[in-house]
């Protein structure tokens, strides 16, 4: 009798912690009751509205993107229009429009952005749907709707609370809950802006859907840390910087809704990889402001305000120092010319997240040479954080298999003289591809990506052997790195035409730069093709060439082998319909070939001039 009791009461205080668990454990557990509770609440709100009474450079950001408001409230309404499969650009502008005129009335009280913003998220909500069947659509549009219904709360009649939160039920969330594949446990920038859009949603309607506001949030918390495998482990995204901007702004509107309405990011900034990313992007932004675009990026000097999140988070100013520098000329231009800023649709978090951030920016004390490993190694030489005619040499390894990867292992770019010698031409237009009714992803071997010129191994800063394409599920590692020196292991790219293919960089005190490749194994008469893509002026004379641009002079000089002279080859796409033409652009080149050995070294000196020609 005595052990029944005792078995009793065993059972009994395992229910009762298993029933307190449970009710412990409840996602929502925390949730602010009051709106405005995503990224920002009303303490933050009252501090935003006193910061533009004073004078100051944060009021000038603040009346910046007031002003850009203003330019929205003339503009037609938001229409239902797809290009190709994709909705995603009017959701975009649903993002920018929103954002800035809620923004913007809940900094001045001026109604007419309170009715701007409202007749756009109403708008949103007629579409008949936000098309699911490309979902970043859907993401983009709900994160839209959600924070204008989040920041507007207060202000919106309860019928047009309803409408919205209808809208966000049933366009965004519950559309996410019937997707079983795909997305939801992909390794890149979907899984991030989904899910990052629908716990927007779902935290802004949770007190009055909480059921389903908890099977989306419980299914984020599980598969979000997926989407945020591929910074481990140095922080450098595999879909290049222009990606890095896209999946990483969504990944911290997630954080900081999830820390402002529930109090906890559910320990996803510590996900390897993640924090450092910053310090990685701006190891891998050049003198010249641009970026080493690999991946499907673009050759643009970029304005990242979710920098400004992570120089914050992380009490590190100096992440921003040179884009607190185009910052400063962007609204300097805005001020003078009455354009719009240029900070994307994203612009208004920059006034949250620049908030308690010095006055004066100092420069990085970053390392001047650096690498990283991860799906596309990188690895970055530079002479200088402060000089703006600094050499910066970046380079990577990787495979064309990644995630918006390119055939470009063993590419690179080069700044110096404050000039973009080596260039890479960046991605096209992905609808101009697809309405051609080419399959844009279709990264097989013989798939229609790899016809597609600025994204095959023809038009990249490397090596082509045979005139044949890359093998795409080769990886190329970053096997040595020095303070001058780096070895980029090339073998699996070029497997079956070589036994070994060995790229290295190396950098001298004078700014020169020498890139060696050791070729061995291969066929005899082999053809080898060394190239490096240019937006300046050449001139070749046998073993040497000459650059220019803006004055100044980049000179070239081919060590080995002995009697290899340098070409000038087009940039220029095969004439297809498809593939869209690279204007002033020129590809210096050397032509080889294996001799009977079958082992061959190609090695290349670019070294800037200390004189300019005047021009």
């Given at each position: ?11 009994l ?9 449970a ?7 925390g949730?602010r ?23 100051s ?16 409230l ?31 009335y ?12 409202q ?37 919106l ?7 919205l ?11 996410g ?11 890149n ?9 629908l ?12 059921e ?69 992007l ?16 673009g050759?643009s000097v ?25 910052l ?10 009455g ?43 530079r ?27 063993g ?11 080596a260039?890479?031409?960046?991605a ?29 191994n ?6 082509t ?5 890359h ?6 590692r ?22 070994s ?18 070729i061995?194994?291969?066929k ?14 050449i ?18 000089k ?17 004439q ?6 690279n ?17 061959l070294?190609v090695?290349?000196?670019l070294?800037?001039q ?6």
């Amino acid at each position: 009798m005595r052990l029944i009791v005792v078995l009793l009461i065993c059972w009994l205080t395992v229910g009762s912690v298993w029933t307190t668990n449970a009710q412990t454990s409840d996602i929502l557990t925390g949730l602010r009751s009051e709106h405005p509770r995503l990224i920002i609440t009303t303490d933050g709100w009252n501090d935003l509205r006193a910061r533009l009474a004073k004078e100051s450079n944060q009021k000038t950001v603040l009346t910046s993107i007031i002003k850009d408001a203003r330019k929205v409230l003339t503009t037609p309404p938001l229409v239902y229009k797809k290009e190709g499969k994709r909705l995603l650009a009017v959701s975009r502008e649903a993002v920018r429009r929103i954002i800035l005129c809620a923004f913007s009335y809940r900094v001045t009280g001026d109604k007419v952005f309170l009715e701007r913003a409202q007749k756009d998220m109403l708008t949103a909500a007629a579409f008949g749907d936000w098309n699911p069947s490309h979902f970043l659509d859907v993401g983009e549009m709900t994160a839209a709707v959600a924070l204008g219904y989040d920041w507007l709360f207060d202000a919106l009649a309860a019928d047009t609370r309803a409408t919205l939160r209808q809208a966000i039920l049933e366009k965004g969330i519950k559309p996410g809950l019937a997707v079983k594949k795909g997305w939801p446990t992909t390794e890149n920038n979907w899984n991030q802006v989904c899910y990052g859009g629908l716990s927007l949603g779902a935290l802004a309607i949770a007190d009055e859907s909480p059921e389903v506001a908890r099977q989306i949030l419980t299914l984020a918390q599980k598969n979000n840390p997926i989407g945020l495998k591929p910074y481990a482990p140095s922080g450098i995204y595999p879909e290049g910087p222009g990606y890095w901007n896209y999946g990483t702004s969504y990944q911290v509107l997630l954080i900081s809704a999830l820390q402002t309405a529930l109090g906890t990011d559910w320990n996803l900034s510590a996900a390897p990889g993640f924090l450092t990313s910053a310090e990685a992007l701006v190891e891998q932004i050049g003198p010249t402001g641009r970026p080493f675009n690999f991946s499907d990026c673009g050759d643009s000097v970029p304005f990242e305000p979710t920098l400004f999140w992570f120089a914050q988070k992380l009490k590190q100013p100096s992440l921003i120092y040179f884009q607190n520098q185009l910052l400063q000329q962007n609204l300097a231009t805005s001020q003078k010319e009455g354009k719009e800023s240029k900070g994307g649709r994203l612009l208004p978090f920059l006034a949250i997240w620049i908030n308690n951030l010095p006055k004066n920016i100092t420069p990085p004390t970053l390392p001047l040479a650096w690498h990283g490993d991860g799906p596309n190694p990188v690895g970055v030489f530079r002479s200088s954080w402060t000089d703006s005619n600094a050499l910066f040499v970046a380079f990577k390894g990787g495979s064309g298999s990644v995630s918006h990867g390119h055939m470009d292992a063993g590419s690179f770019v080069l700044d110096a003289g404050g000039v973009r010698w080596a260039s890479d031409l960046g991605a096209q237009n992905y609808y101009s591809v697809e309405s051609k009714g080419w399959a844009l992803f279709d990264k097989k071997q013989d798939g229609d990506r790899w016809n597609v010129y600025r994204l095959n191994n023809f038009s990249h800063n490397t090596l082509t052997l045979g005139g044949k394409l890359h093998n795409v599920a080769g990886d190329a590692r970053i096997t040595e790195f020095t303070d001058k020196s780096a070895t980029v292991n090339l073998s699996q790219v070029f497997a079956g035409q070589a036994s070994s293919v060995i790229r290295r960089f190396r950098v001298d005190d004078n700014r020169t730069t020498v890139i060696r490749d050791d070729i061995t194994g291969a066929k005899p008469g082999l053809s080898v093709r060394w190239q490096m893509l240019t937006h300046t002026k050449i001139s070749v004379d046998k073993n040497q060439a000459t650059l220019q641009q803006d004055g100044k002079i980049l000179s070239a000089k081919i060590l080995s082998p002995a009697g290899a002279k340098f070409e000038i080859a087009s940039a220029q796409p095969p004439q297809d319909g498809v593939n869209q033409p690279n204007p002033n652009t020129h590809i210096l080149v050397v032509n080889t070939a294996a001799p009977a050995s079958g082992d061959l070294t190609v090695e290349i000196q670019l070294q800037p001039q200390a004189t300019t020609t005047g021009q």
